[in-house]
């Protein structure tokens, strides 16, 4: 998104740098026996979680390695336009918020034209404006996609899922240092909506970030979950 608050901190450096091996390890087979092979990762968790930042992150990770990125804003692919949506969300007492407000179609095909290595052109939202402006891109030069988004593990052309296990209860004071949006009672509402369709995806990731930005096998922290709570039961 245009204008966009980044607050990028060492927690954000730290787990991209973990993800860039990850990356390097799976992604080099890959090339080698399918030449050209167009990569793709996408980076999920609530709102305020750091989703931005670690892509951010993890993309000038990999240019130190020579790998071309390009990051793919989902929150760009809303259905409803940004002026619009506080009202429609209203209207339908936010039973519309979630997976569903996406355009899925057209995220879709952008992505496809990064692995067809194709000229494409995308929605990109200028949060200063809410104004949606269209930003063209050649991805025949791009290497590897980096799709950042609240539901972006749920694209099925991925070959990364990472998962950032943040709640917005635990991120709402970054989100108001941000400012991004305002902080009342609609927010909040949305918030817990959000929440729900995230966490309904959780089980789909790779890599899981956890509450102190250590990066750690999706399996492997699923198990030590499972663990405490037999424990504590």
Wanted: some cysteine; overall charge negative.
């Amino acid at each position: 998104m245009l204008s966009d608050v980044l607050l990028i901190g060492e927690k954000h450096k730290s787990a991209a740098k973990e993800i860039a091996c990850h990356v390097f390890a799976e992604r080099e087979p890959l090339v080698r026996t399918t030449p050209g092979y167009r990569y793709v990762i996408a980076v999920s968790g609530e709102s305020g979680a750091g989703k931005s930042e670690l892509s951010h992150s993890l993309a000038r990770e990999l240019k130190k390695k020579g790998i071309r990125v390009k990051i793919l804003h989902a929150d760009n692919y809303y259905r409803i336009k940004p002026l619009e949506r506080r009202v429609q969300r209203e209207a339908t007492n936010f039973k519309s918020v979630g997976i569903n407000e996406y355009d899925w179609a057209l995220l879709n095909r952008n992505i496809d034209d990064f692995k067809q290595a194709r000229a494409s052109t995308m929605p990109c939202i200028d949060i200063l404006t809410d104004e949606i402006d269209q930003l063209s891109t050649d991805f025949s030069c791009i290497d590897v996609l980096v799709v950042d988004g609240l539901y972006a593990v749920r694209i099925e052309s991925v070959d990364l899922r990472v998962f950032i296990d943040l709640s917005y209860h635990e991120t709402k004071k970054s989100q108001m240092e941000r400012g991004k949006e305002l902080t009342d009672d609609h927010r909040w509402q949305v918030l817990e909506r959000e929440h729900r369709s995230v966490q309904s995806l959780r089980h789909l990731a790779d890599l899981v970030v956890d509450s102190s930005f250590l990066v750690v096998d999706a399996a492997s922290h699923d198990a030590d979950g499972l663990s405490y709570a037999l424990t504590s039961g």
